[in-house]
């Protein structure tokens, strides 16, 4: 069973990495084809144990919302006038937009950010008449950077903070220095990367002339989205006082606005979601539950074990590389929900060596977490971050093209967050 | 909170009454309001409230009619049927009655419906037939077909993923009622159509450029078959329709996203709205007393009748999915408690019948008239359009009557 699901999740790959086919056809047939091969004790059984609805429901909810917001000119509003404040450089641009994406993920979800983010982004890339590639694949990382940096910023640091019990403040405090770091080097080597498409400099007179008023077609409209996505970001900061789940929420936010915005056109909204990716993410889904539950994810973690016995450092460092460039092609919440039970056994197996292991929790968090900016199917953000790109701009990324970013990014990420883990097996003896 | 939780369910019911164009969205709404009251509830666990058997059967087949309409099996389909009759526009008329019944007892109405009313239409003007007849048989035709299997039409699918009857007993229970009204409302359009008869050349430029549309047409009988078969082979209906629909994708390696907005998710939507409500209705144990008040005569042979005829008579405002919902849950609970299965059947008619009552009650009835707008200039009145309904859908009821009683007696 194992060989057969290995050979299902590598002809996926091979769909995915070639472009040769759909994707997301490639996806749903292999998982489905997993159903019927009865991997789980019946096909529907598998739907409910794999599928996250939660998070599928939210994105349907977020991408109406975000949709119907956009029409009221609120982004371009806010292109304008980041442009007029950021000035004439793209570069600083760049690093001005990835600086906030990287606080605003760090808090919410990665996909709300890059949902939010991506529409203003291309709107001031066609103000000022720049590629928004460099712009757009910047952001993504950043995305899944911020959400490295505290308990609640990506799914897989939720699952290790609860299960390691790490108050909030006290695992921001460890997180924040590093990941800053890491953005500042990765954003550097996305400019050194795009070379002169960043280069260009913008006249003042051009930036001048643009004027944010003629964004607003209808003031009455501009006020209530403004009023509406405020309630929804207050909903969101208090999910947890209110004991509400993010698809609930996502969900009101998107039929809500639609109701009230757009009644007309339901029907053409409801069609317009990226049905594509949700089903993507239906069928990688079956895919990585179905490698859970065969058993491909504990012996990795077995693996992972036996090679660094005895030792913590070599221990934490294959941790964030393998985790890391795991998480790249397989989905990084089930492999850390595997190594969390892994890592709690490990004073079992080896009590001299392993007496503390509480850096490892960060180690394991920092792979899984940077790791998803490896290739385009990585991590959340960035399938829906690039089916973005190509909505609106028409253009698509290959798989190659994003690898030649991916793999520098992440490069960088996990060889500083290989040093720091030294630093911090020192700090935590 | 139980007083509360009804006046949503009565609120969203008024929302699909008298704004039916926003309906799904306000049920949806409703719906997540309703599940929110009844506290505790975790959205992972959506698939227990929510049968996504249905929704995987409806959107396989959705995204399957979408690939056939694609590569021209609809068109071809009624080429030969024109090519078949030679010129005899009787046998034109009929054949393509009994194919706009055949395919939609298969496919979803409103395909067929958009296929086959411009011919006839087109046929009544060199023919100089009643157009208004040929429209209003097309869509009785197309509701009734859809009445006849579990994948025929939304409310049917819904009883089929609720009740858990096989495919075949769909078939076998239902059928030789659809065809039966078929025939005799044939024969009866056929003695107004007998003074007029009337031959002509229709051209013979086809507009069918390959073989392939016999492929994919193929493939889609194979679907079926495997339908036919799912317990033999032991998978539920949606799988194998949405196996089939990424079976067809793949074959025909198009972008995903293309055939994806030919997916109806305003229907989709308001399934998943309606069973949270009743999911809410039903935690709430407020279908309690029409189950007590019904479960005292659950084995008489007026409750199947009941079921019959108020649900038809529902239908016609209400529309045929809520209606079928609304009934689903109280049936299903009675038919735990001993009922015979047979009132699925009653549902099934009265629905199926039902939804031919008004032009608003299904959707097939919409576009129907959407057409004859678009060709001829003119619509068919609320009044016109269900007076010259209610003699085949009289006639539907009374046979599905004589139906139930003799199940019953036997």
Known sequence: MKIFVLAVFAFVMYFIITGRLNRTIAAMAGGLLLLIANVFSSPYEGLRQTVDVNTLLFLIGMMIFVRVMEKSGIFQYIAIRTVKVAGTKPVSLLFTLTFIVVLVSSFMDNVTTVLIFIPITIAITDILQINPTP??????????????????????NILITSAAKIPFLEFTLYMVSINLIILFFVDLAIILISGKDLRKEIPEEFIESFDESKAIDDKLRFVTSIIFMIVVLVLFLLQKQLNLESSIIGLMAGFFSLLIFERKEIELFLSKVEWEVIFFFLGIFIITGAMEQVGIMSDIAKFLIDISKGSRIMFSSM?????????????????????????????QINPAVFSNIQPFWYALSLG???????????????????????????????????????????????????IYMLLLLEIMK | MKLFVLFIYALAYAFIIFRPQISSVTTFLFGIVAILLLGEFNFAELSKIVDFNTLSILFGMMLTISVLKEHGVFNAISEKIVKFS??????????????????????????????????LLYIADITSVDYKLLTINAIFFSNLGGMTTAIGDPPNIVIYAVSKLSFLSFIVNLMPIGILVLLIQIFMTKKNLKEISYNTEIGENSTIKSNLWALYFAAFMLVVVLMALHEQIGLELGLIAIMGATLMLFAEGTDFQTRISDVDWDTLFLIVGLYMLNAALEKMQLFAPLINLFSSVKTSIFLPIIVLWSSMLLTGFLSALPVTLMYITIIRQLVSLGAPTDLYWALALGVGLGGNLTPIASMCNIIGSNILKKYKKRTLSFSEFS?????????????????LVVKYLL
């Not at chain 2, 009655?97 to 395909?111: E, H, K, Q, R």
């Open chain 1, 135 to 156: 712009f757009i694949v910047s952001e993504i990382f950043a995305s899944n950077i911020g959400g490295t940096m505290t308990p609640i910023g990506d799914p897989p």
């Open chain 1, 319 to 347: 941790l964030v590389w393998i985790s890391g460039i795991l998480s790249g092609f397989i989905g990084n919440i089930p492999f850390a929900a595997t190594m969390i039970p892994a890592i709690k056994q490990l004073p």
């Open chain 1, 368 to 418: 899984v977490c940077l790791g998803g900016n490896l290739t385009p199917v990585g991590a959340l953000a960035n399938v829906v971050g690039l089916s973005l790109l190509k909505k609106h701009k028409g253009t698509e990324i290959s798989f190659k093209e994003f690898i030649k970013y991916g793999f520098v990014a992440v490069a960088i990420s996990l060889v500083l967050s290989n």
């Open chain 2, 86 to 119: 030679k010129g005899n526009m009787i046998k034109a008329i009929l054949l393509i009655d009994v194919a706009i019944f055949l395919l939609s007892s298969l496919l979803d109405n409103v395909t067929t419906i958009l296929i086959f009313i411009p011919i």
């Open chain 2, 387 to 403: 007076l010259s309904m209610l003699k085949p859908v009289m006639l539907g009821g009374i046979i599905s009557t004589i139906f």
